[in-house]
């Protein structure tokens, strides 16, 4: 086991109903702005909620996030911040709200153009405080430091992180999940699952809790991933779905081992020049990029295969290729198809999705630093 | 799964070499008393790399917190930080050490007679902040806000807890655990183990994710415990012991389900009467009470048999069996005995302890409150 330091302040209020308790939790005094997205939260009951919470605190609302939230949306929140004297943020949505509510937080205080945050690892040394209310399970930005904002203007998208924008708090109430459609359920799953995976699927180093932990959140996720889809208001199938994607990244599995994010780079990059949900990009990259990478990855995959699909060949190689193809499964099962020409995407993208990769300097991705761009083209065309 | 709240605010320091950085996370200028216990840290090692960690603080010394924590030594320290103004604890040893320093850390303030936190369950407003360095994996105690402390003159055990005494940050280096002598070992790990059975194996709630996490932990200790005392200075074991220990008790496998922590209710009163070591107390109660309630834990007692122990009975019944068997062996294989008379214990003891549970007002003990006096008697008179 590799040294690490851990730390998660975060705390989470999970269950039927906890909407109800969010003002204790919110400093007193404090003028809130509460941000959101398209306006579901309107329709679903969720906004009512919220609302009806915040009886007696001083609120304001900023709407219209995105899905890939747009750096030049989030600054004109930022403004309203300002003009507000906001103090406290309340993100209520999936994880592109929280994500964006995470820079602003981070912007307000911040001398220059925010966007360095991003674009050059600017630091800053603080940002207003911030909770939420997920109502997508999905990213796990609901108690984790990361987030990854889409400039509109230049198509890109890019990661920060920090441990000034964890949430204070988090509700997470299952039933606020029932009345997603079965696209953004099937992406949830599989943006869990493929969190999970880059953090285990790399090479062993003898992290038996972080494995086996890892293990039972992919193995929840393949058994309730499905009922989620066929049973949409089954409280616990939603609460397991829920809980084990918010454990998939606040950082428990992912302390002590090497990672691999190479699924995520390259799939941003897919999002940004042809508008594929996110999860969709990983459920395209993952299985070529395990056939591309078996060796590199093998004994992990072994492992994978044994413990989480229950697989029993005795050859090894016939083992990794079952591995990849119940992975393949699982996310077309989920609704979300695996290959770019599923989604229009033409092959000469390729071309261009790699010259992406290299502008942004993913020239060394995965745990040995040996995705090359050389090898992410490969992975895109296996992925064709 | 139930509703819950969580939030573990501690920071983890992992792995060798990380006492050395445990200055960076002590306030500046604080005052602080090192807290330990009967000299062992300073044979192996660890109170020098403590003291060089410490080089350029203000540090005083407070040694002989022994095993079960006496709250007569612990108000000695009190008086130690009141007459030397210390403003932060760091307590290094074992879960005994920890345990103490945090009854130290409530009473300094407390108005009153500081036994009442414990006897009467007092409510504190404030605590000292306190860290640790721990050199024994087995209670759980470093990333937690739970003590348990003795009380010599009256023979008494007793427990409180408090978000005000989590270790603000806990240092947990592998290498620390290399002399630690096999009976400590055994205690640490069946300690552990104990933990989260009491955490999982009640009834079953659909909570996916903290059962797999809980069957993973389990697992990690089956297979890491026993190699922990024959190969004691195989870091990866160690360093596999100790995060399990950290997890099974932090809070993360106990949220949103219920729990039953008879077993060690019932132990402390064995401990508090006889002497025997806290983990020995554990591995006497626990397959008796198995036994024991075998009809309210059906459902959970087949899924830990078939799961951790991979047992495949077709027969409920014995596959129950075959599952007390298991564990008990393997209490036996880490070197703890599992039966009352293998310690001395003399039958005619079982009604003075259980006289002792309804001294202290644990007469509806277990998940169901069904743990009587009367069934705890039998569990006794079964684990003699």
């Not at 990478?293 to 699909?309: A, N």
Request: charged letters at 15%; aromatic letters at 8%.
């Amino acid at each position: 086991m590799q040294n690490f330091t851990f730390k998660n302040p975060t705390q989470i209020l999970f269950g039927k109903g906890q909407i109800s308790n969010l003002a204790q939790h919110i400093p007193a005094g404090a003028r809130v702005l509460m941000t959101y997205g398209g306006g579901s939260i309107k329709t679903n009951g969720v906004y009512d909620q919220v609302v009806a919470a915040l009886q007696g605190i001083t609120w304001f609302e900023f709407a219209g996030i995105e899905p890939n939230p747009h750096y030049e949306t989030l600054m004109e929140a930022v403004a309203v911040v300002k003009a507000k004297n906001i103090d406290f943020l309340l993100a209520v949505g999936g994880g592109s709200v929280v994500d964006g509510t995470k820079l602003i937080a981070a912007a307000v205080n911040f001398e220059g153009e925010p966007w360095d945050i991003l674009a050059k690892n600017a630091t800053f040394t603080s940002a207003l405080p911030l909770a939420c209310v997920l109502t997508l399970p999905a990213t796990g930005t609901e108690s984790n430091g990361n987030s990854v904002v889409t400039r509109a203007s230049t198509q890109e998208k890019l990661a920060f992180g920090s441990p000034l924008v964890y949430p204070q708090f988090a509700v997470l109430d299952p039933e606020t999940t029932y009345s997603l459609p079965p696209r953004q359920i099937g992406n949830g799953v599989v943006d869990a699952f493929v969190h999970i995976i880059e953090q285990y699927l790399t090479y062993p180093v003898n992290a038996k809790v972080q494995d086996r932990i890892a293990e039972g959140l992919l193995l929840t996720l393949i058994e309730e991933g499905p009922k989620a889809l066929t049973e949409p208001k089954n409280y616990d199938v939603r609460a397991n779905v829920m809980w084990a994607a918010t454990v998939a990244l606040n950082g428990l599995i992912g302390v002590g081992v090497p990672q691999d994010w190479a699924t995520h780079m390259i799939g941003h990059e897919i999002t940004a020049l042809h508008g594929l949900d996110h999860a969709q990009t990983l459920a395209v990259v993952l299985p070529s990029l395990m056939y591309q990478q078996r060796q590199q990855k093998r004994e992990k995959l072994l492992q994978f295969g044994r413990r989480v699909w229950g697989l029993e060949s005795d050859n090894a190689e016939v083992l990794i290729d079952q591995t990849i193809a119940a992975t393949r499964d699982f996310f077309e099962r989920m609704g979300v198809p695996t290959r770019l020409r599923d989604y229009g995407v033409p092959e000469t993208s390729v071309d261009v999705l790699v010259a992406q990769l290299v502008q942004h300097n993913y020239v060394k991705l995965g745990e040995h630093g040996d995705i090359t761009p050389e090898v992410s083209r490969a992975i895109l065309l296996a992925a064709w």
